[in-house]
């Protein structure tokens, strides 16, 4: 369905979420843009936005519903659903079965499942990849607000004079409100204080990084709230009015001295100091925080320590202030706004409130309200391992690669007897235990809505035709609903659905509650087309919209006071020692969106960090054994990994840090998520997966190798390999502890070719260990094959150009050259994804002279698409004048 003009949507990643303009020309193609209309990213878009369209081709997409290994019709496979799930729960009672959803989820797929677990089945085991990203956050909210709200919005961070960013790699994770805050930095001066272990490309761009110890933000932030009261910066008015319990949790801050936060913290008192200083000093300060906040065995407790902050400048609800908490995925608020939650029910009441299941089953009419919270993530699969749980049903989500004991989660969902799974993607690490596999329509191709961070309702409409059989996932769980012989699921439309959704939200409403679409209730068809990004709340006929909550109390709690919460630090559940003596923190990298199934098609987001890895201080490093680009065996008390050495002071000795995006369809064994013990933060449930203890060990490799590809190749063997997609077929590295006997036998193996010998191109020099192999059909490469005793030391960018290149028999000994000569100088590693523009050539820009972002951006293009590598070439220029000026 070619459209003349560009459709308005939202992207599909981060909770950002910006709008999109995409656009399809006479052949389909389809082009990308910021929309410059819409107000969380007025027109930006970071490198995985912009590269949306290289995400949308068919290639390992399913197509079709399969059951039990077999491609079938809809009719069956649904059929298959609804018996499986009614006679589990015949046999053995509502409590046997579970949803297990996704923040990928639009608002109207969250809200039937939501509706069909809680009201129809009457159990309310249904959780969320949210879980992981920022239920810490929800129960902090509520413990400090009677309500989950985030009171503050991204105009906030044009408005502040100080920014805290705390537990968030914001330049890499949420790079458009990053490009916003240095924006206001340029406009008024705003200071940025980033609060990480890590010197991330954030911390890098800071005014001030304070490298905590892990884990020990409630001591930093009682410290602050102690000497906030000592400073006098109280908002006294605020507190007296709007407030209660500030003195116990004061008495709890004072119980750390100064002398113990500087020891819990790691940080040097001066530097505490200076912080303390400018938060006291600076009215207007916004604290923005993430998973490195969220994603802790004391979570909620962090995200309390920051909000008493708040509550006690009165900095909150007013513009330019505020504790703001970040959603990872774009769809986590939607999720929580419809009770997608084990703990919560919809509409953001309360699941343990009897007058609260009493409104709602009455609104829909339900058979049944579970009278109790359900199973939360990590429980939820417990659960399943153990047998409790028998069937669950998995949307768009791939918890055998993101929950923590994930190897344990892989045999938990082997051995239970239905396991379903709605995704776009036919081959998971997850969908291969799938006995049922629901193909799901995806971004560009259903219609919906999604809330981002800032409360923002925006549209995600369909431009494509969706491929092959697969179905929005509303319609899915409808159409299961429906065959169970349940009411309440007959929606012709999202467009239904959600009007549903804002009926309910203005049947609840009692003043007692944040969530409140009455506004957008009735829109019909047309207006739900047609609706423009809106904040909620939305209230009354003219759609009134409100900014901020609590600039002047007005907080949902019984007395309409907010809560200070008494909070005490505790350290991660489980401490390094002489087994696991590093601990590793985790988080996502700049191009990639969690397990790769869609960024993963990309070849320019592939092209900045194509392997999985480890970031190692110079002297962990040097104590065992691991060098730079080393493979690195890391192993916790649940699982292990192989992953390539990165030598950096960015961490801090006795730390590591890897990225969370390698699954098992991309590497030989990079699933971080095996590595987590499953603990929790007992209030949210949220694991702590940033805080691992693991011992690292040399992955003795006797040879290294570089390889090319026409088709996707999976070796199945014991040795360290990564894979990614290139222009015109794959690369892979690799390294391996044995030298094998035939090395044209093992190229074949490597990389999944029949080899015929008169298409070979051979080079050995088995003294070197060096060996070299170019296979052809006719004049073009179809796959080449470099080994080497160490790290192969070829150009990559030539390398990949060789799949495109024309070979004449006398030419034929190019393609093993490993060097473009003069005619394509090696670019190093692609920093600029957007413009393809390898590191070497902005060290040779910077070597010629140019000293600015700019400069650099005039002479290799480099920073002028997205921008979002902009951060890391200020730090090459940085590191470039201090290298100089030694
Ligand atoms: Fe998408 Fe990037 Fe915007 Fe996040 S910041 S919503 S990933 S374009």
Redesign the pocket.
């Known amino acids: 369905m070619p459209s003349p003009l560009p459709v308005r949507t939202t992207?599909p990643?981060?909770g950002?979420?910006?709008g999109i303009l995409a656009g399809r020309d006479a052949d389909g193609a389809v082009s990308i843009a910021g929309d410059p209309d819409h107000p969380a990213?007025q027109g930006r878009?970071?490198s995985?936005?912009s590269a949306l369209a290289d995400t949308l081709s068919l290639e390992e997409r399913l197509l079709r519903p399969v059951v039990h290994g077999r491609e079938t019709g809809w009719d069956e496979a649904l059929s298959a659903v609804a018996s499986g799930f009614a006679e589990t729960m015949a046999r053995h009672g509502p409590d046997s079965v579970a949803f297990y959803v996704s923040g990928q989820l639009q608002t109207e797929d969250y809200y039937v499942a939501n509706k069909l677990m809680k009201g129809w089945f009457g159990t309310a085991n249904i959780d969320t990849n949210s879980r992981l990203c920022m239920a810490s956050s929800v129960a902090g909210h509520r413990r400090a607000f009677g309500s989950d709200t985030v009171p503050g919005c991204y105009e906030d961070l044009d408005e502040t004079d100080l920014a805290v960013v705390t537990g968030s790699n914001l330049a890499w994770c949420?790079?458009?409100l990053f490009q916003r805050l240095l924006a206001a930095r340029e406009r008024r001066g705003t200071k940025i204080v980033v609060i990480d272990p890590r010197r991330t490309v954030t911390a890098e761009a800071a005014d001030l990084h304070l490298p905590l110890a892990p884990g020990s933000d409630v001591a930093l932030f009682n410290g602050l709230l102690a000497h906030l009261r000592e400073a006098g910066a109280i908002e006294h008015g605020f507190v007296r009015d709007h407030t209660s319990g500030l003195e116990a949790a004061l008495d709890c801050a004072r119980r750390t001295t100064l002398a113990e936060t500087v020891r819990i913290t790691g940080l040097p008192e001066r530097l505490l100091e200076e912080f303390f200083r400018l938060f006291a000093a600076t009215p207007r300060t916004v604290t923005l925080y993430s998973q490195g906040v969220n994603q802790s065995s004391s979570g909620v407790d962090k995200v309390n320590a920051i909000i008493n902050c708040h509550l006690l400048t009165g900095r909150i609800g007013k513009p330019g202030t505020g504790p703001f908490s970040l959603t990872g995925q774009?769809n986590a608020m939607g999720g929580r706004e419809v009770g997608g939650l084990a703990n919560a029910l919809a509409a953001h009441t309360d699941i343990e409130n009897p007058r609260h299941r009493a409104l709602v089953r009455s609104f829909w009419d339900s058979p049944a309200i579970p009278q109790r919270p359900g199973l939360k993530a990590v429980d939820l699969f417990r659960a399943v391992g153990d047998g409790r749980i028998k069937a669950v049903w998995i949307m768009a989500t791939n918890p055998v690669d993101s929950l923590p004991d994930a190897d344990r989660v892989a045999a938990a969902l082997r051995d239970c007897p239905l396991v379903v799974v709605s995704d776009m993607a036919r081959d998971t690490d997850t969908t291969r235990h799938a006995d049922i596999l629901l193909p799901a329509a995806g971004w560009g191709e259903k219609d919906g809505t999604v809330t981002n961070s800032e409360r923002r309702i925006s549209r995600q409409r369909r431009f494509l035709d969706p491929p092959g059989e697969t179905q929005p996932d509303w319609w899915i769980i409808c159409q299961i609903a429906r065959r169970m012989g349940f009411s309440g699921f007959d929606y012709d439309s999202p467009a239904e659905i959600f009007d549903e959704h804002c009926r309910l939200t203005a049947f609840l409403k009692d003043g007692a509650r944040d969530l409140d679409l009455s506004g957008l209730a009735g829109l019909g068809a047309e207006g739900y087309d047609s609706l423009e990004p809106v904040q909620w709340p939305v209230t009354g006929r003219d759609r009134k919209e409100s900014k901020r909550f609590f600039g002047s109390g007005g907080f949902f709690t019984g007395d309409r006071r907010a809560r200070f919460a008494p909070v005490s630090h505790r350290p991660p559940a489980s401490a390094t020692g002489p087994d696991y003596p590093l601990l590793l923190n985790t988080g996502r990298i700049r191009d990639q969106w969690h397990s790769m199934t869609r960024t993963g098609k990309a070849t320019r987001l592939m092209a900045h960090l194509a392997e999985p890895f480890i970031e190692i201080h110079p002297r962990d490093a040097a104590r065992h054994g691991l060098p730079d680009v080393a493979i690195a065996r890391v192993e916790s008390s649940h699982g292990s990994a192989l992953l390539q050495v990165t030598v950096t002071d960015a961490v801090r000795p006795g730390e590591a840090f890897a990225p969370i995006h390698w699954t098992d369809r991309f590497a030989a064994r990079a699933r971080i998520g095996a590595l987590f013990p499953p603990h929790v933060d007992p209030i949210s449930g949220q694991p702590e997966s940033k805080a691992t203890p693991v011992r690292v060990s040399p992955f003795v490799a006797r040879w290294r190798g570089y390889g090319l590809t026409r088709e996707r190749p999976s070796p199945d063997r014991d040795l360290y390999w990564a894979a990614s997609p290139v222009e015109g077929g794959w690369q892979i590295e690799f390294a391996g502890t044995d030298r094998p006997e035939n090395w044209e036998e093992e190229a074949a193996r490597l990389l999944g070719l029949r080899i015929r010998p008169e298409d070979l191109l051979v080079f050995h020099d088995p003294t070197a260990g060096l060996y070299r192999l170019a296979a052809f059909e006719g004049d073009r490469l179809t796959a080449a094959l470099f080994i080497s005793a160490g790290p192969v030391a070829i150009s990559r960018f030539w390398a990949i150009a060789q799949l495109a290149a024309t070979f004449r028999p006398a030419m034929r000994l190019q393609a093993i050259a490993g060097q473009g000569g003069r005619a394509m100088p090696d670019k190093g590693p692609i920093l600029c994804a957007c413009l393809n523009v390898g590191v070497k050539e902005i060290a040779a820009a910077l070597a010629g002279g140019a000293g600015t972002v700019e400069a650099i951006g005039a002479a290799t293009r480099a920073g002028t698409g997205c921008g979002a590598c902009r951060a890391e070439i200020r730090g090459m220029i940085d590191a470039y004048a201090s290298q100089a000026a030694e």
């Open positions: 992207c990643y981060c950002v979420g910006c990213n878009l970071c995985k936005g949420h790079p458009v774009p």
